[in-house]
């Protein structure tokens, strides 16, 4: 899993026990940030990748699967 998603996780479980701190309130909404930002990349990455399909292009939808591939590897 992601490190950035396991320290999202970790505030939010810490944030039902207690109020969390500045930093932490900080360090949990860049994670919400990078989280959103990824699953957005994800998701316009996976329609291109349909566009291709659609297209019949290979050689483009091999590219967008490699991209994919690196993203979802964090």
Known sequence: MNTVAERF???????RRRA???EEVRELNEA?????NLEWEKSKLKNL??????????????????????????
């Open 49 to 74: 990748s349909y566009m291709a399909h659609l297209t019949n292009d290979i050689e483009w939808q091999h590219e967008i699967c490699a991209k994919l591939d690196r993203l979802q590897r964090y």
């Open 9 to 15: 996780i970790e505030l939010c479980i810490i944030e």
């Open 20 to 22: 969390l701190t500045q």
């Open 32 to 36: 919400l940030d990078y989280l959103e």
